[in-house]
């Protein structure tokens, strides 16, 4: 899965802004809504038919729509091929990833936006 850096200048010295948790450098900090979460991002590819998981992903740099490709590797690999159809949540919306499913012939449905709960 890709991974974050801290932000670092040309000669390699950390930014003003540079932050590190000393309990887990792994993690980052993320915004959650109007609040920050120091944490990770995690994916998950399920098949819908069989109730099996077929790809878990855990990174440090949000946002979930540059794991699709990634993700879809795992897929693959796991499953020996990538699925034909496949249901995608608003995360992960964006124009590359539909040429890259249909560039491996996925027929995708991703969600263009994300409606309230409630």
Known sequence: MPRRRLARKADGT???KSQRNFTDADSHLMQLGGTY???YTCQVALDSDHQVILAVGVSD???DVEHL???MQHI???AGEVPTVMTIDAGYWREDNVK???DQGIDAYIA???LPHG
């Open 69 to 71: 490709e990634t993700m």
């Open 61 to 63: 740099q949000p946002p």
């Open 112 to 114: 263009t936006c994300r």
């Open 37 to 39: 979460l120091q944490g």
């Open 76 to 78: 693959g690999t796991n």
């Open 100 to 102: 890259v499913c249909a």
């Open 14 to 16: 950390p930014t003003k």
